[in-house]
């Protein structure tokens, strides 16, 4: 153990086997619609705070849904999606039942500054917040998902939720509960992946 980061071993246990555990759920298998605490979330949007940030940049905007602000944006989110393809099957019930059971939104932006820092670096800044954010739902115990949002069809989105034009759309989370939380995924053992050079 070192001096510096004290931590126990079942600390670090602890933390490693939340991270390795971690699973995501379907917005379509969360119940409930439920919310973590406030407290909870200060220490969730701390730790998207807790990334590798080359030059120190802070890129990560975060729009967070809830309560009676959930409903018209799935509205929105269906609007964009039949005014792309108007032979989708769904009515907006339909569609919005999907989300039936989510209790939150974050639509995650990276805010890009030219210069020196490259933009791909910034935005994986951002995916490095987002997945700390995820770990730590998973380890308050709530269920998440990650969701694309494409960069070609974000700007209805930038502009209904009011943000500015040049934010980089990084997707959005759905936070919720889920009996599915438990159920664990096999996962690839790491070694085909790392070699020894
Ligand atoms: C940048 C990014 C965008 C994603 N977008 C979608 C998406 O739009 N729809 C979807 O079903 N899964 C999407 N996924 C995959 C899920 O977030 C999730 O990673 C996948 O279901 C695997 O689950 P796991 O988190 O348990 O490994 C995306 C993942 C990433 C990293």
């Known amino acids: 153990m070192s001096i510096k980061f004290p931590y126990t071993q079942g600390q670090s246990a602890a933390v490693s086997h939340i991270i390795s555990r971690r699973v995501s759920v ?14 909870e979330l200060k220490q969730i949007f701390q730790g998207a705070m807790a990334v590798p940030d080359h030059g120190q940049l802070n890129p990560a905007r975060f729009v967070v849904i809830k309560g009676d602000k959930k409903r018209p944006y ?3 989110m269906y609007a964009v999606k039949t005014a792309g393809n108007p032979n989708f099957p769904l009515s907006e019930d339909e569609y919005a039942h999907n989300f039936s059971g989510v209790g939150m939104f974050i639509v995650a932006f990276a805010n890009i500054q030219l210069g020196k820092i490259q933009p791909y670096e ?7 917040s987002i997945q700390n954010m995820l ?4 380890a308050f115990g709530y269920a998440a998902k990650w969701n694309s949002m494409h960069k070609d069809k974000a700007e209805p989105f930038k502009d209904y939720l009011n943000v500015d034009a040049v934010w980089v759309p990084m997707g959005y989370l759905m936070i919720g509960k889920s009996a599915d939380t438990a159920k664990q995924k096999s996962r690839d053992d790491y070694q085909q992946f790392f070699t020894d050079f």
């Open 26 to 39: 379907v917005q379509t298998n969360m119940v409930g619609q439920v919310v973590p605490s406030d407290d």
């Open 74 to 76: 799935i509205n929105k």
């Open 122 to 128: 910034q935005e994986w800044s951002v995916a490095a």
């Open 135 to 138: 770990n730590l739902f998973y």
